[in-house]
């Protein structure tokens, strides 16, 4: 493959991976309807931030250390879901005051920390990069598409890349990069033009953010027994 088409499969591995539903987006979006797209960004930004992290520790073999403490997994699933639920009573909190859009309200954002903290102890993301993850760094192929939240069963085979490459793991990091810009953008629009967008948003937010944190406290409590 060519550096060009390597990085453009990077790219649409980054967004394939940070576009779906879940935690991280929902902040996102409980930020970017708030508080408008810059609160928003910096959202996206803590959860990129702390996969640059798990990617450096990838690269010194520190994120392998998890692997060899059995009690370290269903300890990250108890602390991500107890993390999941109080930012899901934020979130309850900011649909009720948030009766129009508030895009002015950036000052006193936490999405940063937000994400930043509950990306360090979301094991799905670190069980990332101690899978996919270290493939992206060794010599090989990776089956890009296959790796998609729910559906990747459908799409395997579909975009095959060889690994190991600097244009690979550039490309990878520009989707992301593109997702966190792109989405709170077109939130902070829609949000603009439509009043109750914001706290309907900032409602869903919540749901989906008590929802995985049900879920987290449950696969933690069940290793733990």
Do not use: C
């Amino acid at each position: 493959m060519t550096v060009l088409t390597t990085a453009l499969a990077g790219v649409v591995f980054g967004l394939a991976l940070a576009a779906p539903p879940g935690p991280m987006n929902a902040i996102i979006a409980e930020e970017s309807v708030i508080r408008g797209r810059i609160a928003g960004f910096r959202a996206g930004l803590g959860a990129m931030s702390a996969d640059a992290l798990f990617f450096v520790l990838t690269l010194a073999g520190a994120v392998a250390v998890i692997d060899r403490y059995p009690a370290a997994r269903p300890a990250l699933y108890l602390a991500g879901g107890l993390l999941m639920l109080y930012f899901a009573v934020g979130a309850v909190e900011e649909a009720r005051s948030a009766t129009t859009f508030t895009g002015g309200r950036e000052d006193g954002s936490s999405g940063f920390r937000k994400t930043f903290v509950l990306s360090l102890t979301n094991p799905y993301q670190i069980g990332f990069w101690l899978t996919v993850g270290v493939g992206l760094l060794q010599p090989g192929t990776l089956d890009v598409l296959s790796h998609v939240p729910a559906a990747g069963s459908a799409l395997e085979g579909v975009l095959v890349v060889e690994t190991g490459s600097p244009a690979l793991l550039t490309g990878f990091f520009a989707g992301i990069a593109l997702w966190i810009v792109v989405y709170p953008v077109t939130l902070d629009a829609v949000g603009r033009r439509v009043d109750a967008f914001a706290p309907v948003v900032a409602a869903l937010s919540a749901v989906v953010l008590v929802g995985f944190g049900l879920v987290f406290l449950a696969i933690g409590t069940l290793q733990v027994v």
